[in-house]
């Protein structure tokens, strides 16, 4: 278990795209609705379908935002999605996992291949990148949750594998299958968790420069702003000063 281990940019997220409300929600809706199709349509029978919850939650999303997305579940449409994941390469050999939720693979496909063309990357076959990474759990708490010491003793109670402290939050890994065990064992010890999702832990990062981190961001955004794709997963480190060049 470590206690100061730096880990950044697995997941992008920027400013930005908090103001972005339509399009997260619209995202969070859709995870909700399938979680809730494909088991119990109550948080607390479905572990899948909490850690949607509670991530929509995390973003302030309206409880009856979150109420409407798992009754469409039951509610008869036609819409049907299917989760599926791309991976390739950015600028400067970044691996990226793109992981989408999509009722027409055909239209996803060309968008995600679009939009690793023409931003200085290419998209690779399926299990191309995978190899590189660790399905793990992710808990994210913020940094007004406890000290160091505190978090670290509440993850080590509730058996999570490693703590990444840091003055931006804490960070929290463990094994795919104790996420819901783990996280739910924290919540009570800290309160209700920032962020709480299966992720793509590299196994090796890549640290950027700034002219290849800023062609990059043009492409992590542009898969971002695509509807069907929920989350964008890399290998790559981007040191806080040349974030802050780039204006992120």
């Known amino acids: 278990m470590a206690g100061h281990s730096k880990f950044k940019n697995i997941m992008h997220r920027k400013g930005a795209q908090d103001k972005k409300r339509s399009n997260l929600f619209s995202k969070l809706s859709r995870e909700?609705?399938?979680a809730a199709k494909m088991g119990a349509p109550d948080p607390d029978m479905n572990p899948r379908l909490?850690?949607?919850?509670?991530?929509?939650?995390a973003q302030s999303m309206p409880k009856d935002?979150?109420?409407?997305?798992?009754?469409?579940?039951?509610a008869g449409d036609d819409e049907n999605y299917e989760e599926v994941r791309y991976e390739g390469?950015?600028?400067?050999?970044?691996?990226?996992?793109?992981?989408t939720l999509t009722d027409n693979r055909n239209r996803t496909a060309t968008a995600v291949r679009t939009a690793f063309s023409k931003n200085g990357g290419n998209m690779g076959t399926e299990g191309s990148v995978q190899h590189g990474f660790e399905r793990r759990g992710l808990?994210?708490?913020?940094?007004?949750?406890?000290?160091e010491d505190t978090v670290l003793m509440a993850a080590m109670e509730a058996g999570a594998d490693d703590i990444e402290s840091s003055k931006d939050g804490h960070t929290i890994w463990t094994e795919a299958d104790a996420l819901h065990q783990v996280s739910g064992d924290m919540e009570k010890a800290l309160g209700e968790a920032e962020n709480v999702k299966l992720a793509w832990k590299p196994n090796i990062t890549v640290e950027m420069n700034?002219?290849?981190?800023?062609?990059?961001?043009?492409?992590?955004d542009?898969?971002?702003?695509?509807?069907?794709?929920?989350?964008?997963?890399?290998n790559y480190e981007i040191s806080d000063e040349i974030m802050e060049k780039l204006g992120d």
Do not use: C, F, H, M
């Open 222 to 234: 542009a898969l971002d702003d695509d509807d069907d794709v929920q989350t964008v997963w890399g």
């Open 89 to 99: 390469y950015g600028p400067g050999g970044v691996a990226l996992i793109v992981e």
């Open 50 to 57: 909490r850690l949607a919850v509670n991530t929509a939650k």
């Open 65 to 74: 935002n979150i109420q409407r997305a798992i009754d469409k579940a039951s």
């Open 32 to 34: 909700i609705t399938v």
């Open 139 to 147: 808990i994210e708490y913020p940094a007004s949750a406890g000290d």
């Open 210 to 220: 700034e002219k290849d981190a800023g062609v990059l961001l043009k492409l992590v």
